[in-house]
């Protein structure tokens, strides 16, 4: 009978304690969910992770076991469970720390090499605009226009213009313009302060739902810190005239119910050019976030951005080679500009009854633009000069929603996202005229107002079986376009309607902690101007590309990380957008393919190395061969470098980027040279006070930042020549900056 006993008791604590499970959420410091933090019980031989609200459940978990939850880029956790926590639940708060790469497990998920961007944004930090987009391996970016125009972007084979191809937002706001005055897609992001910047989500290809207009390349999404740690004031100063201050202040000292902080940035640059830049650019960002019933959270965001410049344009190469100009000088130095951009942002993120996460953000931009150019000098107007005026005024509406579910059946986890969302540009006076002297206007171009409404719905799901993950998705698009034309003597609104449903299909296979395998694919769009559309009446007015991607990521050791991609993508229209004869020349179908490479080293605990390459064929699809190159569109890119922290006092890094030569027309008869340059920088801190010093262009290298093949006519020549114009890249320059956190 004792035995039967003993046997019963044994039995009944062996059912409870695999019945039992533990619940719980896990936060930083600043109250504010951790995803993905790995949570395990050894002894149980159970695990999970935390989904987007940072929640958990564990199985198998009862009084005095013990748990260990980790994250890379936080301190990790042992905690002894108690009765109080399997019956009402466990709060854990981790405190961040220096990324180590030997903490990285590969879990499943679609987009892991994010996890490896936020170790390269924490070992070198952002401190301009410019080099935020560089964050995102395999992405180059080009200034052509005096510091105060959107940078060019290369990736994978595209010349993206502006964000023609490249899906951008912070915070659930976009940044691409549609319709834009100066090229489709326009994506400015002067307007972020770098120090602001918490996360860079990005994906490359068309394999995303939530991702819309532009997703053919890819996509990068910026999120924004909820609380600054201290407060900050930064001054730097250096070559050009070169000043950047900036302030970071928090308002609410911390609260654990409540955050709140404002920051501000100004810049001026004149620039190594022979005409002054005058370069001008003031920031301000404010965010305040509120927790309703300790777990559902409340934010607004605020920003105001301006900015002014002059540019000395792109030169044309004979203008050096003849000793008329130098690399620095210019042809029409009265090119330049002003913009601005207001925001307002409202986000919500709330637990739902069935423990179903609601996400959701309104927001609202008022902006500005105006840019003169010139481009090709006196090649159609031999008195006055070829100079454009482009520029527009507009309001931006719009909100995105989403419901992410997770569920189980059986073996297997299930993960459902339900989303939409809306968007509305209000454009007035898109305009394109010829000026003179940014003082007296020719004649109009074009003259109009755009009304552009995009109303989008997806839906994504996400299957874990076994090592296997299965991520089938499907999103709708429609679209309506309006124009009133104002140079037309009668009153007349063209508009028109379009819709795209596009599937997407993603495979991943974890082989084990340190073996990640995916296949990608998915088809994706980028819309036209709606000027073209209904002016021009465009055969394509939503064109697509088809994307695949087969590849892996692999830690062969504890301190090494590499992933590799194979990639194919083929578009159905090529877009060239002169928005500067305000026409858009269709050159058919593309297709590019190519391979990506990339390493983690952390050599040291405080010397890590990163490298990332690009090789890549773009072709024309309706050209003959030797006529089929795509203009400007990236063979071959690499960059990288070494970083080192807490050596005693010292941290910094030393960075460099090579970008090919590439051909600059369709035959490669000419040829955008390539280039190789390193930058520098080194911080030695005291206390609170920061002290550093960057190098751009150590070894003053004489390099073209954009070039482009362009015809044009100088005011004493007969006749046109069609060759390179560039903007030359900055030389060695050296800037010291001090820095009081308190």
């Not at 003849?322 to 409202?346: H, P, V, Y």
């Amino acid at each position: 009978m004792r035995q039967i006993t003993i046997l019963i008791v044994v039995l009944t604590f062996s059912l409870q304690s695999f019945g039992q499970i533990l619940k719980g959420q896990i936060v930083d410091t600043f109250n504010e969910p951790l995803e993905n933090v790995y949570v395990v019980n050894d002894a149980a031989n159970t695990h999970t992770h935390t989904n987007e609200n940072g929640s958990f459940t564990i199985e198998k978990t009862t009084a005095n076991s013990t748990i260990q939850v980790s994250i890379l880029g936080f301190e990790k956790k042992t905690i002894q469970v108690t009765q109080n926590h399997v019956t009402n639940g466990i709060r854990i708060v981790l405190k961040t720390k220096i990324f180590q790469l030997e903490e990285l497990f590969l879990r499943k998920e679609i987009n892991a090499l994010q996890t490896l961007t936020k170790v390269d944004l924490q070992l070198n930090p952002v401190n301009n605009s410019q080099e935020i987009l560089r964050k995102v391996p395999g992405l180059f970016i080009g200034q052509h226009a005096g510091g105060g125009k959107a940078e060019q972007i290369f990736l994978r084979g595209f010349d993206i213009d502006h964000g023609t191809d490249i899906t951008l937002s912070v915070d659930g706001m976009p940044i691409n313009m549609v319709s834009h005055a100066h090229g489709q897609g326009y994506s400015d992001l002067h307007f972020m302060i770098p120090e602001t910047i918490k996360n860079i989500d990005f994906g490359k290809g068309p394999y995303y739902a939530n991702q819309g207009d532009f997703n053919t390349a890819g996509y990068v999404n910026f999120s924004t810190k909820t609380a600054i740690q201290k407060n900050m004031i930064s001054v730097g100063y250096g070559d050009f005239n070169s000043l950047r201050t900036v302030g970071m202040f928090n308002l609410l000292n911390n609260a654990k119910s409540d955050n709140a902080y404002v920051a501000l940035e100004y810049i001026e640059f004149d620039g190594p050019f022979v005409s002054s830049q005058n370069f001008n650019r003031l920031n301000l960002f404010a965010k305040y976030n509120t927790f309703i019933n300790g777990k559902d959270k409340l934010t607004f965001t605020a920003s105001h951005f301006t900015s002014s410049w002059d540019a000395s344009g792109q030169i044309p190469q004979r203008a050096v080679d003849n000793g008329s100009i130098t690399r620095f000088g210019a042809i029409d130095d009265t090119e330049g500009g002003f913009t601005s951009r207001s925001n307002f942002n409202i986000q919500l993120q709330k637990t739902l009854a069935d423990e179903s996460i609601f996400q959701a953000n309104a927001f609202y931009s008022n902006y500005n633009f105006e840019l003169y150019s010139n481009f090709t000098f006196f090649l159609d107007d031999a008195v006055n000069g070829d100079q454009i005026r482009q520029f527009e005024g507009r309001n931006i509406y719009g909100m995105n929603a989403k419901i992410i579910t997770e569920k189980e059946y059986g073996n297997v986890e299930a993960k459902f996202t339900k989303g939409f969302g809306l968007r509305f540009d209000d454009i007035d006076d898109n305009e394109l005229s010829k000026t003179k002297n940014r003082r007296e206007t020719l004649s109009n171009i074009q003259l109009g107002d755009v009304e552009q409404t995009n109303f989008y719905a997806f839906f994504n799901s996400e299957f874990e079986i076994g090592k296997f993950k299965i991520a089938p998705a499907i999103r709708l698009d429609y679209f309506k376009f309006l124009y009133n034309d104002d140079l037309s003597t009668t009153y007349q609104t063209l508009s028109k309607t379009k819709a795209i449903v596009n599937p997407k299909l993603n495979f991943l296979y974890t082989q084990n902690d340190n073996l990640q395998w995916f296949l990608k694919s998915g088809i994706g769009f980028h819309s036209n101007d709606a000027r073209v559309v209904l002016q021009q009446n465009a055969d394509k007015v939503l064109p697509r590309a088809y994307g695949a991607d087969f590849g892996n990521i692999w830690k062969p050791t504890k301190n090494i990380v590499l992933n590799t991609a194979v990639w194919y993508l083929f578009s159905e229209e090529e877009f060239v957008y002169v928005g500067d004869a305000g026409i858009v020349e269709p050159s058919g179908e593309s297709e590019r393919y190519g391979l990506d490479l990339g390493i983690r080293y952390q050599i040291t605990d405080n010397i890590y190395f990163d490298t990332d390459a690009t090789i890549t064929k773009a072709r024309s699809l309706e050209s003959i061969s030797g006529q089929d190159y795509i203009p400007l569109a990236p063979n071959f890119t690499m960059t990288g470098g070494l970083s080192f922290s807490n050596l005693g006092n010292f941290s910094g890094g030393l960075r460099y980027r090579y970008l090919a030569d590439r051909p600059a027309n369709e035959d490669n008869s000419i040829v955008a040279d390539g280039y190789f340059v390193s930058d520098f920088n080194i911080n030695y801190t005291i206390e609170d006070i920061t002290f550093g010093v960057a190098i751009e262009n150590i070894f003053d290298v004489a390099w073209n930042e954009t070039q482009f093949a362009t015809e044009s006519r100088l005011q004493n020549e007969a006749n046109s020549v069609e060759e390179i114009h560039f903007t030359p890249g900055t030389p060695f320059f050296a800037k010291a900056t001090i820095t009081y956190q308190f």
